[in-house]
């Protein structure tokens, strides 16, 4: 099945010579979850400009759904819903007018049935006659989600679209999130809530300085790039760690009193047999032992610290 975005070498360059986003490949499949990772100044927002058409590219090609996004703009946009980090809305309209216009501007026919039913999802449905003046900031983040899904795009972007927001928008963003993907709908989403992506997404991507670092289903990077760390509650605190143990992979924690041992999540030999014996030689006592995967924050952090 082809690919609902295809971008091939988008490149971003300013006339200051800086490169916002560098030779990006990305194929996004229809119906998945997609998250892209990365610190302030990545270049997610930068690629969502361009795949929007709201910025222009200095050389590759980018199509939605085979439309080009510079040859057949119209075709193109009209296939995607942008929510974006900026609250920018008309405050002196009603909510029921801001979507039923946006859905318009789509070229779409009236169905006040479907924005009806959007705004239920997203708990504006009371709100509906109100001005968008009169709302509150989680609010009117609610109505721009709603805009963005006024005429039914096949393709969402959202960017930061929970970022210093209550609980209950991003309980029930996410519940719409899913709704959206069990009826076909792509979505991409940034996010600086690692924990969301982990929980939300199929593939992962993560980019830094312009460049995309990597793309990968998501259970498969964390098998692949995942530690794991045993750590060992101490009887008595150490202040150093005895010269038998140093060949194994071990650090002290908490002044001491706990000892960590990091191994790789794939392999089957973990050493944790080996390691508990040998402290058993040593006399070491301890009074409990934990053991933890790592996370996708753990493993977004480590891949951007290694390209810096």
Same mark, same amino acid.
């Given at each position: 099945?082809?690919? &609902?975005?295809?971008?091939?070498?988008?490149?971003?360059?300013?006339?200051?010579? /800086?490169?916002?986003?560098?030779?990006?490949?990305?194929?996004?499949?229809?119906?998945?979850?997609?998250?892209?990772? +990365?610190?302030?100044?990545? $270049?997610?927002?930068?690629?969502?400009?361009?795949?929007? $058409?709201? @910025?222009?590219?200095?050389? +590759?090609?980018?199509?939605?759904?085979?439309?080009?996004?510079?040859?057949?703009?119209?075709? !193109?946009?009209?296939?995607?819903? =942008? @929510?974006?980090?900026?609250?920018?809305?008309?405050?002196?309209?009603?909510?029921?007018?801001?979507?039923?216009?946006?859905?318009?501007?789509?070229?779409?026919?009236?169905?006040?049935?479907?924005?009806?039913?959007?705004?239920?999802?997203?708990?504006?449905?009371?709100?509906?006659?109100?001005?968008?003046?009169?709302?509150?900031?989680?609010?009117?983040?609610?109505?721009? &989600?709603?805009?963005?899904?006024?005429?039914?795009?096949?393709?969402?972007? =959202?960017?930061?679209?929970?970022?210093?927001?209550?609980?209950?928008?991003?309980?029930?963003?996410?519940?719409?999130?899913?709704?959206?993907? !069990?009826?076909?709908?792509?979505? &991409? =989403?940034?996010?600086?809530?690692?924990?969301?992506?982990?929980?939300?997404?199929?593939?992962?991507?993560?980019?830094?300085?312009?460049?995309?670092?990597?793309?990968?289903?998501?259970?498969?990077?964390?098998?692949?790039?995942?530690?794991?760390?045993?750590?060992?509650?101490?009887?008595?605190?150490?202040?150093?760690?005895?010269?038998?143990?140093?060949?194994?992979?071990?650090?002290?924690?908490?002044?001491?009193?706990?000892?960590?041992?990091? /191994?790789? !999540?794939?392999?089957?030999?973990?050493?944790?047999?080996?390691?508990?014996?040998?402290?058993?030689?040593?006399?070491?006592?301890?009074?409990?032992?934990?053991?933890?995967?790592?996370?996708?924050?753990?493993?977004? @952090?480590?891949? @951007?610290?290694?390209?810096?």
């Amino acid at each position: 099945m082809p690919s &609902i975005l295809s971008v091939s070498a988008a490149t971003k360059r300013y006339k200051s010579d /800086f490169t916002a986003l560098d030779h990006v490949d990305l194929e996004i499949e229809r119906g998945e979850i997609f998250a892209l990772l +990365g610190p302030n100044g990545a $270049g997610k927002t930068t690629l969502i400009s361009l795949v929007c $058409g709201t @910025v222009s590219m200095s050389s +590759g090609t980018i199509t939605v759904d085979g439309h080009d996004i510079q040859r057949d703009y119209r075709a !193109a946009r009209a296939k995607i819903g =942008l @929510v974006p980090q900026e609250i920018a809305l008309d405050i002196f309209a009603t909510v029921w007018n801001t979507v039923s216009f946006s859905r318009g501007l789509f070229g779409r026919s009236a169905n006040p049935a479907y924005i009806e039913q959007l705004l239920r999802d997203l708990s504006l449905w009371d709100k509906r006659n109100n001005k968008v003046i009169e709302l509150s900031g989680g609010m009117k983040r609610r109505v721009m &989600i709603a805009k963005a899904l006024s005429h039914e795009p096949d393709l969402l972007f =959202l960017d930061e679209p929970t970022a210093g927001v209550d609980v209950n928008l991003r309980r029930d963003m996410w519940a719409l999130v899913r709704k959206l993907r !069990a009826q076909g709908v792509t979505i &991409i =989403l940034t996010t600086h809530y690692i924990d969301e992506a982990e929980e939300m997404a199929d593939r992962v991507g993560v980019i830094d300085h312009g460049k995309l670092l990597l793309v990968e289903d998501k259970a498969a990077l964390m098998r692949k790039l995942g530690k794991r760390r045993l750590t060992v509650v101490l009887h008595e605190p150490m202040t150093e760690l005895p010269a038998a143990l140093a060949d194994w992979p071990l650090a002290l924690e908490d002044d001491g009193h706990k000892l960590v041992y990091t /191994f790789d !999540a794939e392999n089957e030999a973990t050493g944790i047999p080996g390691l508990l014996r040998k402290l058993d030689g040593l006399g070491i006592d301890y009074r409990d032992l934990d053991t933890a995967r790592s996370s996708l924050e753990d493993i977004f @952090v480590g891949l @951007v610290e290694g390209a810096a």
